[in-house]
């Protein structure tokens, strides 16, 4: 993808992951995600084309020292990398 369809195809959300779903699960537990293992560490989830994954951050932001910017470029690297660029 080039950057300006990677910055058109790829949305960030936020998803409460201890709430249940009403199937009685939580969002992770309905993904068989496993939770951090440490509380107030951040889960970023991947979901492209019905299939989702946890992501490590160097697979969707840019890191530098000690901070990271999420950027849509490196994300759509990743995609591309996984075969999971976003389908039309």
Do not use: F, W
């Amino acid at each position: 993808l080039d950057d300006a369809k990677a910055a058109s195809s790829c949305r960030g959300a936020s998803l409460q992951c201890g709430k249940k779903l009403p199937s009685g699960k939580t969002p992770l537990q309905r993904l068989g995600i496993e939770p951090p293992k440490q509380k107030g560490h951040p889960l970023l989830i991947l979901c492209v084309n019905g299939e989702a994954r946890p992501l490590n951050m160097d697979e969707y932001a840019r890191v530098k020292e000690q901070s990271a910017t999420p950027d849509a470029r490196v994300l759509s690297k990743t995609l591309v990398q996984a075969g999971l660029a976003p389908k039309p």
